[in-house]
């Protein structure tokens, strides 16, 4: 199999980037529910507009890394 190319290389390094940030996201969102969630609901509710948004990153990236892949690059 021929070694990844650059692009493909740096899509792959950005799924992997947003998947650890989207995992500190959701163990710190798990660290606020066993708090008082009522009191940090605004907190908790940037946590959730953070993680969606690095989901969306992830699967760009993602899509990506696929496309780059299949051609080569």
């Given amino acids: 199999m021929p070694k990844a ?3 493909t290389q740096a899509a792959w ?3 992997k980037e947003s998947w650890r940030m ?3 996201i959701e ?3 798990l660290k606020l529910t066993e708090v008082e969630a ?3 609901y605004d907190l908790m509710k ?3 507009r953070q993680a969606q948004t690095l989901v969306r990153k992830r699967n760009s990236a993602l899509r990506r890394y696929l496309l780059h892949k299949k051609r080569g690059d």
């Fill in 5 to 7: 190319g650059k692009k």
């Fill in 13 to 15: 390094s950005d799924v």
């Fill in 22 to 24: 989207l995992v500190d």
């Fill in 27 to 29: 163990k710190e969102g």
């Fill in 38 to 40: 009522d009191k940090n």
């Fill in 46 to 48: 940037d946590k959730v």
